[in-house]
């Protein structure tokens, strides 16, 4: 089976174990943040701001995370990165139990989006150095099912631990899950490549970074897509699903249960497409991810709560095409030296607006109305995802003219069909 195959490699079970383990201490987080403003009298304007700045620094530091990924041995990126949120969370017990002003919990929880900006490339480079190129695509599909049962478990543990414990001790508990992440990242043994930066100043490893996205224009094209649908569309769910279904059903029920049912969808979808050979992984991703503005369609009509749940599990199984394909396109097409660079401009240009759509979406929808801007969504999403198909390289996820000494993982590797 390709899942023993892949568990045969001792590295990459410290990389995913640790990497569970870290998903679901920053998801367990928000819950034990937002119970310690919210008891101490913050509004939810006080929330939304301070859980903002976490994104904020995700994005300003992005680039700079990539270039240090690059510089310096991925795996001890990653274990800043984790020491980090553990030592901030930490702080925040300090900070909450002292009854410090808010504008400190909101410095540390910027800093803690710092710790995200670092970890985040390097996390997306390091799986080239410890698996062969044809477990790359299992690999990166193993990334995503945790990404996936992070988000599930994450939220419902914090929830638990809150209720039963206290938000001081969830920070705590919070705390301990990035330490260990971080021992499982020390026995880790990174194949090394050559580095050609230590020579270069930091502002011009950054402009690398930029000019290697600007001369794939498949992946600077997708990385424009993913910006705006997260700001219009992506961002516009996140706010309106708790919104509509309260007001519809009532409860907080058809919720939790839609995001629970996305997230199954993306980890059954994550294997799925990890194991079956597809010739245009590019075209099969982007249909797929078509299938997301049904999210925003069924808040239209919203007739029942299990059409509603039903439809989000669906919505799940249409993300994870990209979250296998994406990355191991950047691992195959983009030498090594840059790959971090590489992740960190995807990830800043992915990010960057999606706080601006959150903050606008309510606005906008009381000038507009909520069922005009929803079936507007809907078309912008499905338009801006037919239009980047014509774009050169993007049905293949492959620069249409790659020199093969500038690749750093030679020919395209797919999925192996599991026997």
Not at 62 to 79: N, S
Not at 93 to 104: E, I, R
Not at 343 to 348: E, I, K, P, R
Not at 354 to 372: C, K, N
Request: contains cysteine; aromatic residues 10%; glycine residues 8%.
């Amino acid at each position: 089976m390709t899942e023993k195959k892949l568990l045969e490699h001792r590295d990459f079970v410290l990389l995913w174990l640790s990497g569970l383990l870290v998903v679901i201490g920053s998801s367990a987080f928000p819950i034990a943040l937002a119970v310690t403003i919210l008891d101490a009298g913050g509004t939810a304007t006080t929330l939304g701001l301070i859980l903002a700045s976490r994104v904020l620094s995700s994005v300003i530091l992005a680039l700079a995370g990539g270039v240090w990924a690059d510089r310096y041995k991925r795996k001890y990126i990653m274990i800043s990165a984790d020491l980090l949120r553990a030592i901030l969370t930490v702080v925040l017990v300090f900070v909450t139990v002292t009854d410090l002003p808010t504008w400190m919990i909101a410095l540390v929880v910027f800093m803690m989006g710092a710790g995200e900006a670092l970890g985040f490339p390097a996390s997306g480079a390091i799986l080239p150095s410890i698996l062969p190129d044809r477990l790359l695509p299992e690999g990166n599909a193993w990334r995503a099912v945790t990404a996936r049962v992070g988000a599930i478990l994450g939220p419902a543990l914090g929830g638990a631990m809150v209720a039963l414990i206290g938000s001081e001790w969830t920070f705590l508990v919070t705390a301990a899950f990035f330490v260990v992440g971080t021992i499982l990242l020390l026995p880790i043994q990174e194949t090394d490549f050559e580095r050609t930066l230590t020579e270069n100043t930091f502002v011009r490893e950054l402009r690398e970074g930029l000019s290697a996205v600007r001369r794939m224009p498949w992946v600077m094209w997708l990385i424009i897509m993913a910006s705006l649908q997260l700001m219009v569309v992506v961002g516009a769910e996140v706010v309106l699903l708790p919104v509509v279904t309260r007001e519809e059903f009532g409860g907080n029920f058809v919720y939790a249960a839609a995001s629970v049912a996305a997230g199954l969808g993306g980890g059954i979808s994550a294997l799925f497409w990890a194991k079956i050979k597809v010739p245009r992984p590019g075209l099969w991703s982007v249909l797929s991810w078509m299938l997301f503005s049904l999210s925003l369609l069924v808040l239209v009509f919203p007739v029942h709560p299990w059409l509603v749940i039903g439809v989000y599990f669906i919505v799940g199984l249409s993300t994870e095409p990209f979250g296998v394909y994406w990355p191991t396109a950047i691992q195959r097409e983009v030498p090594r030296e840059l790959q971090a660079r590489v992740f960190s401009v995807d990830h800043m240009g992915s990010l960057a607006l999606m706080p601006l759509g959150m903050a606008l979406v309510g606005p906008i929808t009381e000038w507009v109305g909520m069922t005009e801007f929803l079936i507007f969504a809907v078309l912008f999403h499905v338009v801006t995802c037919i239009i980047v198909l014509f774009v050169p390289g993007v049905i293949d996820l492959k620069s249409p003219t790659k020199d093969p000494e500038n690749s750093s993982q030679g020919e395209q590797n797919q999925p192996a069909t599991s026997k």
